[in-house]
């Protein structure tokens, strides 16, 4: 009778520890860091907000692959609205593309391909992010790559899924 009782008290408790949310999250993204077009794989690492990192690849040029791959470190806060926040980000983006006027150091030969070019752009953004209940999301923002020439403004948005 004892252990019943402690069983039912102890049912009735919420246990806090445990994080619901759905951290992870693939999108198709247009700008921002990806340049063009990419796929991106997101990770919040603390639940809805705080840090957070992404990966992808996608390609910087549409009529033939160009290799884009963003990796970028974020800080998601949460805004008034519901389901919607703000990402600050920093990253750097890899990319082998030919359009020199657009990178932020003098091009290295790609090991064991004379012709070939690979540059790292530092990229900072700005994103807004809306979430949806059955677990859609929606990315606007403004990016800024840093180039020899100067910043190069960049606007994106991309659809993603949470899982």
């Known amino acids: 009778m004892?252990?019943?009782?402690?069983?039912?008290?102890f049912n009735n408790f919420k246990i806090f520890a445990q994080d619901t949310s759905r951290r992870n999250e693939v999108f198709i993204e247009f700008g921002n860091h990806s340049l063009?077009?990419?796929v991106n794989y997101h990770r919040q690492l603390f639940g809805e907000k705080g840090l957070g990192i992404r990966t992808g690849i996608g390609s910087y040029s549409y009529s033939h692959f160009k290799p884009v791959v963003p990796v970028v470190i974020n800080y998601r806060f949460k805004l008034l609205r519901k389901a919607s926040y703000l990402d600050a980000s920093a990253g750097i983006t890899w990319t082998n593309a030919d359009d020199v006027s657009l990178y932020a150091s003098k091009p290295k030969p790609a090991l064991g391909v004379p012709k070939q070019q690979r540059y790292f752009l530092p990229i900072l953004s700005i994103?807004?992010?809306r979430q949806t209940k059955d677990n859609w999301s929606y990315r606007f923002g403004f990016s800024d790559v840093f180039t020899v020439a100067g910043g190069l403004p960049y606007i994106g948005f991309s659809i993603g899924r949470k899982f």
């Open 2 to 9: 004892r252990h019943l009782l402690l069983l039912i008290l």
């Open 36 to 38: 063009t077009t990419a």
């Open 127 to 129: 994103v807004w992010v």
